[in-house]
């Protein structure tokens, strides 16, 4: 059993940063892959971006690539998400999720086994 905590979210004006956090517990992590998801009000869940964590390459969606950047802590088994250039389309509750079976990244989240409680990040215009 994996447990996620998201921490970090919160209101910020247009053009700001915000930093993500996703603690992780349960077990060692190895060949797993981690990302972050969002979700907006009456909008499907979608891929922000993603990192192996066992060879600590990384993946973007289009829409964020440049502006947010993942990275992790081994020692802390935690995964940030550091965004910047904040625009209100990116105002969504962030989701953290687990894939255990794979250490490519990848952009289904029906692949992921499991998910953080979500952090709401909100960016006013």
């Known amino acids: 059993q994996v447990q996620l905590v998201e921490s970090g979210g919160g209101l910020v004006q247009a053009g700001g940063s915000l930093r993500l956090s996703c603690a992780a517990s349960?077990?060692?992590?190895?060949?797993?892959?981690m990302a972050w998801f969002r979700q907006a009000p009456g909008k499907e869940r979608e891929f922000v971006a993603g990192?192996?964590?066992?060879?600590?390459?990384?993946a973007y969606a289009g829409s964020v690539k440049g502006r947010f950047t993942i990275s992790k802590d081994n020692a802390k088994n935690t995964v940030f998400l550091q965004m910047s250039s904040l625009k209100p389309e990116d105002t969504a509750v962030y989701y953290c999720a687990a894939d255990l079976d794979t250490s490519r990244i990848h952009s289904d989240y029906v692949g992921y086994d499991y998910w953080g409680q979500g952090t709401q990040v909100t960016v006013s215009s």
């Open positions: 349960g077990r060692t992590f190895g060949y797993v892959t």
């Open positions: 990192i192996s964590w066992r060879w600590s390459s990384t």
